[in-house]
């Protein structure tokens, strides 16, 4: 596959991809709806929760937190996590306003 040319597009529409990307794994979203659920949250619990393996949860963790979705904190021996709700309300806002913008243009 070739080199996307990222640089062709604007900054909102390169960021909305990123985030696309990310939340386009089934295993991320259902990640997201249980810690989104929880005061906090041990990796452990996760993996209980979903049924994926703990290095597969920890990769999947590790997608989110790179888009900065999810906070994680080391307790011990044990890491909590935590939705982020400064980028979480920025994300919603992003997609509210790109999906706000389409205009009803049925063929």
Known sequence: ???TKTQIF?????????IFK???NPARIAILQY????DAC???DIVDEIGL?????SQHLKELKSIDLIRGEI???TVCYCIHLPKWTAVQAS???FFDTTKSNCC
């Open 35 to 38: 810690i989104s659920q929880q």
């Open 10 to 18: 604007n900054a909102e529409q390169n960021e909305l991809a990123v």
């Open 95 to 97: 997609l509210n306003s």
């Open 1 to 3: 596959m070739g080199i």
């Open 42 to 44: 041990i990796c452990n």
């Open 75 to 77: 307790e011990g021996k």
């Open 22 to 24: 990310v939340l386009s």
């Open 53 to 57: 393996a703990q290095p597969t949860i």
